[in-house]
């Protein structure tokens, strides 16, 4: 079977509520490649995970300030899986994994769960929220240039400009920062393994023809991913600091859990499942720009040339390399 092959989410006997809310059908394709209908689920979607993901740069930054990393991960994954677990046995859908799934289950896992959230989590304790972000979101870029390797996706000109693009932008925004030997660079490196784990984790989630549906591969994805992240906390950070969190901390780990874990890694994978990859990837643009702006408003971090800079650079080379050249035609 071809591993390009599109998975399919939607289990038979989903209730009918699941079935509208998880298992929506992809566009259909005209004969020359242009959409005919894309479902509106999508944009909502794309339009509200953006927002949330975007906000959750500096409100992280501010739980981080009082939670250790590997503390604040091993809450954010445990809640946040157990309750995406719960709300698809709540809907009526089975647990199970299916038979043969469990081996790709784990490696996404360590990939797009494991992998992110510490790299991204350690990243935010050393560099400024709206810079993480910018790093963070290059993930698209990666993706393209690994699909050409995984999934036998031709690496084009256009791919290859836009590489050097996105590296340009990386280059002016921790340039300076390498320089003095500070703590930046450590968040960089960090930030920078957060985006490449991700993105190899999706490119992995397109390889493998899954039977399960959206929420509980998600869930699944959140509850293993998160084990080895229980592990380390239990091993290297003392269990008790959360019993002296100030008010604004638990605010904050409250909105992180509910909407960008829970409701926003849903709603991303359900993005790339009725989405072309194209377009979802395309729909991410915008979240490192809310990052910055909103770390800005929230946390008095300061704007200058070199963010402005970099944050355009990273967007024209994610533009060049995910937006599809005319004449080929979307899978």
């Not at 509208?20 to 689920?41: I, N, Q």
């Not at 039977?211 to 991913?225: H, I, N, R």
Request: aromatic share 8%.
């Amino acid at each position: 079977m071809n591993p390009r092959l599109k998975r399919h989410s939607t289990v038979k006997n989903e209730k009918k509520l699941m079935s509208k809310s998880l298992g929506s059908s992809p566009a259909t394709v005209s004969g020359d490649g242009a959409p005919e209908r894309l479902p509106p689920l999508g944009f909502i979607l794309l339009a509200i995970l953006s927002l949330f993901w975007g906000l959750n740069w500096p409100v992280m930054k501010m739980a981080l300030s009082e939670i250790p990393p590997w503390t604040f991960r091993t809450l954010c994954l445990g809640l946040g899986g157990l309750g995406l677990l719960a709300i698809a046995k709540a809907s009526g859908l089975s647990l199970a994994i299916p038979k043969g799934e469990i081996s790709p289950l784990l490696l996404v896992s360590l990939l797009n769960v494991t992998g992110w959230h510490i790299f991204s989590a350690h990243g935010l304790v050393y560099m400024k929220a709206g810079r993480a972000s910018i790093i963070a979101f290059t993930m698209p870029l990666w993706a393209a240039i690994l699909g050409s390797f995984i999934l036998d996706e031709r690496l084009t000109k256009r791919r290859i400009f836009g590489l050097f693009l996105g590296i340009t932008g990386l280059t002016i925004l921790i340039g300076p920062d390498i320089k003095t030997l500070g703590s930046a660079p450590a968040g960089a490196v960090f930030m920078l393994g957060a985006a490449i784990s991700w993105a190899i984790g999706t490119v992995t989630i397109k390889y493998f023809h899954w039977k399960m549906s959206t929420a509980l591969l998600t869930g699944w994805q959140m509850t293993l991913g998160g084990l080895p992240v229980i592990i380390g906390a239990l091993i290297l950070e003392p269990v008790t600091v959360i019993f002296h969190l100030s008010s604004q901390s638990i605010l904050a780990l409250v909105y992180v859990i509910l909407l960008p874990i829970i409701f926003c890694q849903w709603a991303w994978f359900k993005v790339v499942d009725i989405f072309p990859a194209t377009l979802a990837a395309i729909g991410t643009l915008i979240i490192p720009i809310i990052g910055v702006f909103s770390s800005a408003l929230i946390l008095g971090e300061s704007i200058g040339l070199q963010e402005l800079s970099a944050l355009t650079l990273v967007v024209i080379a994610l533009s060049i390399v995910m937006i599809r050249p005319e004449g080929i035609r979307q899978k």
